[in-house]
């Protein structure tokens, strides 16, 4: 019996679990929340140093879990990451410590910076470049980021010369986890292609830094880290009680959880629910330019074999607009309460929500978004607002499915769903209603994710032993008639528009 374990480095927590290789079963978990700085309107942070810290922490729990449950340390064999993507972080190499906290994927601070860079292209158009990264500039991406950090932080240009390490999240991890100063170890600095196309500075056909994407960021090659496949050993663990395991697996979150709801044959795609919500579909071999607002992506690559490409829709608040509901308007105590609320009405009255809480994401890519609460009358209540919160999150994927539909010229017959959301039976029907096709969730779902990165490891070291993951699926068909469905989704595009272009 051989185990991996997957660490799984999210927005709002860090967990890690165990997971059996011959069953495909996690044994065990353990998970610890983290918090984000808001040091601004619009801006989200987190401590480089608390992410690693409590990723230890996390991970050595769970191993002492598994020891004292009789599962002994040799029967470990590795380790797979998974990470929030995009979110920025630079250090000094010969420190350990970070020039500055790590700028949050959502963070929106960037938004000047990318007027600015959009009117230096020959174009004057956000998809300048997106033919070569797949991605249009935007405050989501980890180069614009990387720019804003260049401009407002002195030190960091000339630390680019010799002491500066730039990564996303992975990156920082696996660095740190393979760094030991008392034994003189350096950290191992690497990412991988699926975090790598994230950055807007990778070209999608050679999988390698862009030496015109470096220059029009001004980033020096140097501090970039090696890009690497999703399955192969990068290094070994320098710390705790996985100290001498191999660090074998690293996808992002949202291609982590593609690969463990087993999207492998082209077409097959997934949405996960987490702070946002994030569509991919598999495109096989082939890289597939959008056209209507959606990001060509990496899915995963296996060791030496080619590349897997998706299509990716991005929403920036998804599960984040029940947390907003939790502790903002304190309308609900915890997030569970947002499906009862819901239930107390059989709709929303004309009550629409768009949570565009910084800028809109695919398919319209609009920092000047924000968010707004529509149709209130006074026979409107803390009801209504709830259900609408929920159906907000289904319009959104709602137009990220229909922008895939039109890019793929094929229309998409069920998809596949998980993320902390899906526990919310409720919102996958009026999931499945607003989208028009069946929506499937499996009883592992909310695992996707880690498993996906357990998976890619444990192929590394070939270990996987699992044909067919376990646990039953549910398929929530819709129950409302095509022109209802049509009437609330040219409503709730209305509701948009009115959003769009607030910010001058």
Known sequence: MAYIVALDEGTSSTRA?????????????????????????????????LIFDKTLEAMDFVVQKAI??????????????????????????????????AIVWLDNRTVETVKKLIESTASNKATEFQETVGLPISPYFSAVKLKWLFDNIPELLPASKDSLKFGTVDSWLIWKLTRNVEEKKEGVHVTDVTNASRTMLMNLKTLNWDDTMCRFFGVN????????SSAEVYGYVAHGLMKGKPIAGCLGDQQAALFG??????????????????????????????KHGLLTTVAYQLGKEKPVYALEGAVAIG?????????????????????????????????????????????????????????????????????????????????????????????LQCLRTDGGMTENKLFLNLQADILGIPVECRETAAEATALGAGMVAAKALGIWKVDNLPGQSTTYKPNIPPNEREQKLNRWKEAVQRCRGWVK
């Not at 087993?262 to 890289?287: D, H, P, Q, W």
């Not at 609009?366 to 259900?387: F, S």
């Open 221 to 228: 090659k140097a501090i970039l880290p090696d890009i690497k």
């Open 261 to 290: 709801q087993e999207c492998f044959r082209v077409g097959e795609a997934k949405c996960t629910y987490g702070t946002g919500c994030f569509m991919l579909s598999n495109t096989g071999k082939n890289i597939v330019p959008s």
């Open 17 to 49: 679990l165990v997971i059996n290789c011959n069953t495909g079963v996690i044994e065990l978990e353990h998970q610890i929340e983290i918090e984000s700085i808001f040091p601004y309107e619009g801006w989200v942070e987190m401590c480089p140093d």
């Open 319 to 411: 599960g984040e607009v029940v947390r907003w509901l939790r502790d903002n308007l304190n309308i609900i105590k915890t997030s569970a309460e947002i499906e009862e609320l819901s239930r107390r009405v059989e709709s929303t009255h004309d009550v629409y929500f768009v949570p565009a809480f910084s800028g809109l994401y695919a398919p319209y890519w609009d920092p000047t978004a924000r968010g707004a609460i529509l149709g209130l009358t006074a026979y409107a209540n803390k009801n209504h607002i709830a259900r609408a919160a929920l159906e907000s999150v289904c319009y959104q994927v709602c137009e990220i499915l229909e922008a895939m539909d039109a890019d793929s010229g094929t229309k």
């Open 68 to 101: 004292d449950s009789g599962i002994s340390l040799d029967k470990i064999k590795g380790l797979g990451i998974t990470n929030q993507r995009e979110t920025t972080v630079v250090w000094n190499k010969y420190t350990g410590k970070p020039y500055h906290n």
